[in-house]
């Protein structure tokens, strides 16, 4: 069954203060891990995409990795501005290969 | 580029009443579409997705349905609203993988 797991629920930081936000997936043939930012009261924003074990990508503050089975979303020296919502999806496998299965998210509080 | 509109942005319905919630898509053509339902401080749980004009794909509700009769435009709709159906209503079209997201709607039923 095509899932997501993402941990921890919150994450509250000071700002400067590096850390870690994991993604556990399970799926059948890995055609895309996706990234986004949720703010209060808006739409997802979308940030990255993975498509393979090994592969990186950056933004300012935010590094994306992925592995077999999981992907971390790094923050290095976040700023309270980097408080948001992160939701973790990948694309379905056989028959459901137009759904996006996503997380439950994890919401991250910095500090200042 | 490519602009995702939904409206309204917020809506208050008694129990009962009927829902229409519309989603626009522009600066490309036949996209995938999806609605998508989110309850406070929870995920996105898929409610309707639409490969084409006409084909909608079903996941969960009950009371609710979901019909695309232009190739960018994507409807949710209800008879009867439930007090279950509270919560913030989201519409994305997918790009070359991933999917971009519109505004919401925030639905209160009372």
């Known amino acids: 069954e095509d899932q997501v797991t993402q941990s921890p629920e919150a994450l509250r930081l000071q700002e400067g203060e590096s850390s870690s936000l994991n993604c556990s997936y399970t799926?059948?043939?890995?055609?895309?891990l996706f990234w986004y930012r949720q703010d209060p009261g808006k739409g997802p924003e979308f940030l990255f995409t993975?498509?393979?074990a090994g592969e990186e990508k950056e933004k300012e503050r935010l590094k994306a990795t992925l592995t077999k089975k999981e992907s971390f979303l790094h923050i290095t020296a976040p700023k309270p501005e980097d408080s948001a919502t992160y939701l973790c999806?990948?694309?379905?496998?056989?028959?459901?290969?137009?759904?996006?299965?996503f997380g439950s998210g994890t919401k991250l509080n910095v500090k200042p | 580029s490519q602009t995702i509109h939904q409206w309204p942005a917020t809506l208050v319905q008694p129990v009962g009443s009927p829902l229409s919630l519309e989603c626009t898509v522009e600066?490309?053509?036949?996209?995938?579409l999806y609605w998508y339902r989110q309850a406070a401080g929870r995920g996105l749980q898929l409610l309707f997705y639409?490969?084409?004009?006409?084909?909608i794909s079903s996941e969960v509700p009950q009371n609710l349905s979901a019909s695309r009769p232009q190739d960018r435009q994507f409807i949710l709709s209800s008879k009867k609203l439930l007090l279950s159906d509270s919560g913030f209503y989201l519409c994305?079209?997918?790009?070359?993988?991933?999917?971009?997201f519109g505004p919401g709607t925030r639905l209160t039923v009372t």
């Open positions: 994305a079209w997918r790009g070359t993988g991933e999917q971009y």
């Open positions: 799926v059948s043939g890995l055609r895309g």
């Open positions: 993975l498509y393979s």
């Open positions: 999806a990948v694309l379905g496998s056989g028959d459901n290969f137009n759904k996006f299965y």
């Open positions: 600066g490309t053509s036949n996209p995938n």
């Open positions: 639409s490969v084409g004009i006409g084909q």
